[in-house]
T-cell receptor
Framework: SAVISQKPSRDICQRGTSLTIQCQVD?????MFWYRQQPGQSLTLIATANQGSEATYESGFVIDKFPISRPNLTFSTLTVSNMSPEDSSIYLC?????????FGEGSWLTVV | DAKTTQPTSMDCAEGRAANLPCNHSTISGNEYVYWYRQIHSQGPQYIIH???NNETNEMASLIITEDRKSSTLILPHATLRDTAVYYC????????????FGDGTTLTVKP
């Protein structure tokens, strides 16, 4: 199994600012994933982060808005840049371990 | 990844079995069926997965039809704590991390 810690768990942010979310895993993993869950909606994959290479973004998400770092096999960050109220969401970090995917508890962001 | 169809919501009496259906008629031969649930205010939790055989673990049972076009997640004795959104996902296991989540089924367990 894998235990995932995300920081911050919650935050209220001013529009126009940027916030970096951290994801720490208790074991080394090859692939890490970032998801967004808007209020009342399902999960949407933002990007896949592999150590040593640039993140791969899904359609509708761009690096300038959601820059991702993956400095080692246990850590990743997602930055939400130039935030607007539409960015108010839960941001979830996820990893694969064996045949199973594990999720962090999410970072709840409210943009005002 | 194949698309899945699930009912929007279901109710179940506490102590009874909850049977959650999922249609995945376009599933490919190398795609697995995975089930996750998301309890309010928490991250999604893995429940079970299977390819073609029925599977059982401490949380649930997974019944996959012979043609693999549909499956049913069974919670044998539902409790109030099982109230959650349940997601059925199909994907190739080698790409296990990248998943397409549908809208899921909101299961409400009632006393």
């Amino acid at each position: 199994s894998a235990v995932i810690s995300q920081k911050p768990s919650r935050d209220i942010c001013q529009r126009g600012t940027s916030l970096t979310i951290q994801c720490q895993v208790d074991s080394q993993v090859t692939m890490m994933f970032w998801y967004r869950q808007q209020p009342g909606q399902s999960l949407t994959l933002i990007a896949t982060a592999n150590q040593g290479s640039e993140a791969t973004y899904e359609s509708g998400f761009v690096i300038d808005k959601f820059p991702i770092s993956r400095p080692n096999l246990t850590f990743s960050t997602l930055t939400v840049s130039n935030m607007s109220p539409e960015d108010s969401s839960i941001y979830l970090c996820s990893v694969s371990s064996g045949n199973t995917i594990y999720f962090g508890e999410g970072s709840w962001l409210t943009v005002v | 990844d194949a698309k899945t169809t699930q009912p929007t919501s279901m109710d179940c009496a506490e102590g009874r079995a909850a049977n959650l259906p999922c249609n995945h008629s376009t599933i490919s031969g190398n795609e697995y069926v995975y089930w996750y649930r998301q309890i309010h205010s928490q991250g999604p939790q893995y429940i079970i997965h299977g390819l073609k055989n029925n599977e059982t673990n401490e949380m649930a049972s997974l019944i996959i039809t012979e043609d693999r076009k549909s499956s049913t997640l069974i919670l044998p004795h539902a409790t109030l704590r099982d109230t959650a959104v349940y997601y059925c996902i199909v994907r190739v296991d080698t790409n296990a991390g990248k998943s397409t989540f549908g809208d899921g089924t909101t299961l409400t367990v009632k006393p």
